[in-house]
């Protein structure tokens, strides 16, 4: 990716986000130095970045309710690349995601893995609902508020189909919750109610709510819904669950246990509050309950006695918390299997042992569990790695029961013959390589150590160098600073 003789370098990257309602791209590019001595292994890091092109907001394009249009997805996207002056071979990085309800559509895995061949070099994720929670907070600025702050934050990313929830204190990710929350669950035509999602109509049966298709979109019970869906979700951030909440609920129920402070809204819908793309209307018109939506969110006495704090992105945090993202080289292999590198876009788990074994070890199956729902929801095979932080000091036994629970664990994969990815923290990646592989693991390990990475990062792992170190390229999502 980089000439490491060269002391600067320019990269271009592209962020596309495809969601329920909207499609969306930015291109940026990255300036990368080596800032590591000429005698110490590379180390590049992003020393500027900017943002040269933003699309306008498209409707997604379908070709029925089962089938994205994919002919006209890459119309939108080499049209904006015509108008950024770019073609798809001088895009260096980037993301290519689909989100919300266009990724559950039967030709979605097909249609990113196609376009990310003629595209450009994309990291291509099709992002799950606690996934994408995660990356929209760090595009929203939630996740930089954070840490700036000390508060606990809860970001509420809601688009077209799905409200996804995700909550941090300093960085940390405390919980993830997503809930069918969204503008297009009921739409209308010629001022009539055209369409009613499956939950709708379910929590419309629950609670007496007479809605019908055909009815009109004035009709006092639309407004029932959306306030609904408003005191559902303060429910649900102040970790009050009702039986009643539950037909809105997709997934985990809400597992934070901190008490939130503040609130930020980002996706289409806080567009509709905030108003930061004065130009959407010219190039979106939505015919559904979206602005309903927003207002309940607003009059809600009990989201009302959170702190609101505005957004730094509304409808395009998810594409720029997932395409702009920070590239650097860090750390060295200790313990690896020549026949599986190179490995490229792999997600990042991170579980904190807190500097107590015992307790931290109580715990660790099902943290690691949680990972597969994030990373692996639909039970595909796709892999992980886990960054193991925060170990105290370890005798051999501990290393050897640490070890062994790692195999239990990823035996559990969808494909558990997939390698095992690990990253640490501290000096430990060659001793706990070794004592895996002395327990004739099945899997390949691969086990780096000394690198930073986060929740919600990518890394890449390059291929055995003559110095018998291997890179580690971590994509951290960026601009979350002001």
């Known amino acids: 990716m980089v000439d490491h003789e060269q002391n600067q370098e320019s990269i271009i990257s592209a962020g596309i986000d495809i969601g329920t309602s909207t499609t969306k791209l930015i291109i940026s590019r990255f300036l990368l130095m080596n800032v590591a001595g000429s005698s110490h292994i590379p180390r590049i890091e992003i020393v500027e970045k900017e943002i040269l092109h933003k699309s306008p907001i498209y409707r997604t394009p379908l070709v029925d309710s089962f089938t994205i249009d994919v002919a006209e997805i890459e119309n939108i996207i080499r049209t904006e690349y015509e108008i950024?002056?770019?073609?798809?071979?001088?895009?260096?990085?980037?993301?290519?995601?689909?989100?919300?309800?266009?990724?559950?559509?039967?030709?979605?895995?097909?249609?990113?893995?196609?376009?990310?061949?003629?595209?450009?070099?994309?990291?291509?994720?099709?992002?799950?609902?606690?996934l994408e929670g995660i990356i929209a907070a760090k595009g929203s600025g939630a996740y930089d508020y954070?840490?700036?702050?000390?508060?606990?934050?809860?970001?509420?990313?809601?688009?077209?189909?799905?409200?996804?929830?995700?909550?941090?204190?300093?960085?940390?990710?405390?919980?993830?919750?997503?809930?069918?929350i969204g503008g297009r669950l009921i739409e209308f035509r010629d001022r009539k109610i055209s369409s009613i999602s499956p939950p709708i109509q379910k929590l419309s049966t629950e609670n007496n709510i007479r809605l019908q298709i055909g009815?009109?979109?004035?009709?006092?019970?639309?407004?029932?819904?959306?306030?609904?869906?408003?005191?559902?979700?303060?429910?649900?951030?102040?970790?009050?669950?009702?039986d009643r909440d539950r037909v809105l609920i997709l997934g985990n129920p809400p597992n934070w246990t901190e008490q939130i402070d503040v609130i930020v809204f980002s996706g289409g819908i806080s567009e509709c509050i905030y108003a930061h793309e004065p130009d959407i209307d010219q190039h979106s018109t939505f015919d559904d309950i979206g602005k309903s939506l927003a207002g309940a969110l607003e009059e809600n006495k009990e989201l009302k006695s959170f702190s609101w704090v505005?957004?730094?992105?509304?409808?395009?945090?998810?594409?720029?918390?997932?395409?702009?993202?920070?590239?650097?080289?860090?750390?060295?292999?200790?313990?690896?299997?020549?026949?599986?590198?190179?490995l490229k876009n792999i997600p990042v788990y991170t579980y904190s042992f807190g500097q107590n074994f015992e307790s931290g070890l109580r715990a660790?199956?099902?943290a690691v569990l949680s990972a597969l729902e994030i990373y692996d929801d639909k039970g595909e095979g796709l892999n992980f790695a886990l960054y193991i932080t925060e170990l105290p000091y370890m005798r051999f036994k501990n290393i050897q029961t640490l070890s062994q629970a790692i195999i239990q664990v990823m035996e559990k994969r969808a494909d558990p013959l997939l390698p095992i990815i690990l990253?640490?923290?501290?000096?430990?990646?060659?001793?706990?390589?070794?004592?895996?592989?002395?327990?004739?693991?099945?899997?390949?390990?691969?086990?780096?150590?000394?690198?930073?990475v986060e929740q919600g990062d990518y890394i890449d792992i390059g291929s055995n160098l003559g110095s018998g170190v291997v890179p580690v390229v971590v994509k951290t999502l960026t601009f979350h600073s002001a």
Do not use: W
């Open 215 to 242: 009815d009109s979109s004035e009709s006092p019970e639309v407004n029932n819904i959306t306030r609904f869906m408003a005191e559902s979700l303060a429910r649900i951030l102040k970790n009050e669950v009702q």
């Open 423 to 452: 990253v640490f923290q501290s000096d430990l990646a060659k001793v706990l390589g070794q004592t895996l592989i002395g327990m004739n693991v099945k899997q390949s390990v691969i086990c780096v150590d000394q690198i930073k």
């Open 310 to 342: 505005e957004p730094v992105e509304t409808i395009r945090a998810t594409v720029l918390g997932a395409g702009t993202q920070t590239t650097e080289i860090s750390g060295a292999t200790i313990q690896i299997a020549q026949n599986e590198l190179p």
């Open 146 to 180: 954070s840490k700036r702050t000390g508060k606990v934050i809860a970001n509420i990313d809601i688009g077209g189909g799905t409200a996804n929830i995700a909550v941090y204190k300093e960085k940390v990710l405390l919980g993830t919750c997503t809930m069918h």
């Open 84 to 130: 950024a002056g770019l073609k798809a071979d001088q895009i260096g990085t980037g993301a290519l995601i689909i989100t919300g309800e266009t990724a559950t559509k039967h030709n979605a895995r097909k249609m990113i893995h196609y376009l990310s061949d003629q595209a450009g070099d994309f990291l291509v994720a099709t992002a799950g609902p606690d």
């Open 364 to 366: 660790f199956e099902e």
